[in-house]
């Protein structure tokens, strides 16, 4: 099983970026993927989530609005796509596969469970300046 994540980089504050998280090694359509982050001195935050089994998406409250995700099956790959970012989006970001269909959340904080998702890339960063 590998998860490549790609795409990060140096933004203006307003710009976008799209992160890319190939997959290989295990059938796509039975997992989902998540996108996670990381900023310095914070803790671990889901970004989004796409189940491209059943269509089921998650965005972080943060992020509502301003990311989008999709997958394209055909390359095991998913895409997200980062618009107006700002200074806060700094952070490296890493996508996970977790066992589908549908992208599970933690009942009472809503937010994606880190520990449903078994293998990670190695990550991304993405450095938003203002």
């Known amino acids: 099983v590998q998860l490549q994540a790609s795409g990060g980089g140096l933004v203006q504050a307003g710009g976008s970026l799209r992160l890319s998280c190939t997959a290989s090694?295990?059938?796509?359509?039975?997992?989902?993927i998540g996108w996670f982050r990381r900023a310095p001195g914070k803790e671990r935050e889901g970004v989004s989530c796409i189940s491209s089994s059943d269509g089921d998406t998650y965005f972080a409250d943060s992020v509502k609005s301003r990311f989008t995700i999709s997958s394209d099956n055909d390359k095991n790959t998913v895409y997200l796509q980062m618009n107006r970012l700002k200074p806060e989006d700094t952070a490296v970001y890493y996508c996970?596969?977790?066992?589908?269909?549908?992208?599970?959340?933690?009942?009472?904080?809503?937010?994606?469970?880190?520990?449903?998702?078994?293998?990670w890339g190695q990550g991304t960063l993405v450095t938003v300046s203002s």
């Open positions: 996970a596969r977790a066992l589908g269909p549908g992208c599970a959340v933690l009942p009472g904080t809503g937010t994606l469970p880190p520990r449903e998702y078994d293998y």
């Open positions: 090694g295990f059938t796509f359509d039975d997992y989902v």
